[in-house]
């Protein structure tokens, strides 16, 4: 099983941007199908992004089509989200997560693997 650690969250003003990153350990981090989800205070976690195995496809909410870019580096185990145009309902703690079944999924239930979660905050 994958072990899945989170880093860069953090504070930024509204428009602007951050980059998290997720590094994995264990299994075969390129067998992975990898995802964000984000949870804000009160709301049920909701898909973010998927990308595949290799990287070259990718799958996105609606509600960060075009501000957010997922990608991955198989050779450091890491995927990663860059979020620009930060909103103030961007502010979540952003999980990655690692799924095994075929690509795209953005079912919660299909990730079998999840990291501790990074805090990002937007102010307005």
């Known amino acids: 099983q994958v072990q899945l650690v989170e880093s860069g969250g953090g504070l930024v003003q509204a428009g602007g941007s951050l980059r998290v990153s997720c590094t994995a350990s264990?299994?075969?981090?390129?067998?992975?199908?990898m995802g964000w989800f984000r949870q804000a205070p009160g709301r049920e976690r909701e898909f973010v992004a998927a990308?595949?195995?290799?990287?070259?496809?990718?799958y996105y909410a609606d509600s960060v089509k075009g501000r957010f870019t997922i990608s991955r580096d198989n050779a450091k185990n890491t995927v990663y989200l860059q979020m620009n145009s930060l909103k103030p309902e961007d502010t979540a703690v952003y999980y990655c997560a690692a799924a095994t079944v075929a690509f795209p999924t953005r079912r919660m239930a299909d990730f079998s693997a999840w990291g501790q979660g990074t805090q990002v905050t937007v102010s307005s």
């Open positions: 264990g299994r075969t981090f390129s067998t992975y199908r």
């Open positions: 990308i595949n195995w290799s990287g070259k496809n990718t």
